[in-house]
Structure formats: structure tokens, C-alpha cells
């Protein structure tokens, strides 16, 4: 994760596209279907990569670019753990905003940003 400010997620993130130094807009959220279910029936495994991209390079993010070894053998387990079995063919992306309340969480309980990421401390506004 690549930070603007870095240690803190206030200014943005860089997209991280090679060789973009546009400010980073969307981030990836993976869904993965059970196998014999369809979307309607079961709801499918989500996952989080902590990518980020400009607006020019959202449609350069497709489902095998962040299905790697680790978030596949991550979305197995979980799948495992709820007696089904995930179907990768049928896997899709939907990008959703960087600083979304969804995508905050995700970093929070990853311990990526701290809780109190991006706030003031107590005194250090002062109003005019």
C-alpha cells in the first residue's frame, strides 16, 4: 500500500499501476461464488486485496490479476470452513471508492491503518 502522506491514509493512496502517479480512486473487492450455487441462492466468498488505482488504469484490474496463491488458498479455507467449495471461473471484481466506509473497515481489522487513522487529535484544530 503506497500512501501519499505516508502513515497516514488522509492524503489518498498512489496508484499503483507501473509508472502512474495519479492519485488513487478504486480499490478491488473479489467475489467468489460456491461451487452449484448461484448468486441469488448463496452468497459468495468476498475478498479484500489492498490495491489501488486511478480512474485510468480501473479497468486494468481483472479477477486473475488479484487471485493469487495466498487469496486463493485464503477464499479455500473459508469455503472449507462453511462446507462448500469455491468457483474460481466464475469470480468477479467490482472496484469500490478507496476511502469507502466498507473499504476502511477492511484496513482496520487487517490492522493496516490504525483506528484512528486520519483524524485531528484532540487541540490540534483550531477554529478561526
Known amino acids: 500500500m503506497s500512501r501519499v502522506i505516508e502513515g497516514t491514509t488522509l ?11 495519479r492519485i488513487a480512486v478504486f ?13 441469488e441462492v448463496r452468497n459468495p466468498i468476498v475478498g479484500w486485496v489492498d490495491t489501488h488505482v486511478c480512474p485510468e488504469h480501473v479497468f486494468s484490474i481483472r479477477g486473475y490479476d488479484v487471485l493469487g496463491k495466498k487469496v486463493r488458498d ?7 470452513e462453511h462446507n462448500g467449495r469455491p468457483d474460481f471461473k466464475r469470480a468477479f471484481v467490482r472496484m469500490i471508492r478507496c476511502h469507502s466506509e466498507e473499504f476502511l473497515q477492511f484496513q482496520q481489522k487487517s490492522g493496516l491503518v490504525a483506528p484512528d487513522d486520519a483524524l485531528a487529535k484532540p ?6
Open 11 to 21: 492524503g489518498g493512496f498512489a496508484c499503483d499501476a507501473r509508472g502512474c502517479a
Open 123 to 128: 487541540g490540534e484544530l483550531a477554529m478561526p
Open 27 to 39: 480499490t478491488p473487492k473479489i467475489h467468489v461464488p460456491y461451487e452449484g450455487f448461484p448468486l
Open 74 to 80: 485464503s477464499i479455500e479455507a473459508i469455503a472449507v
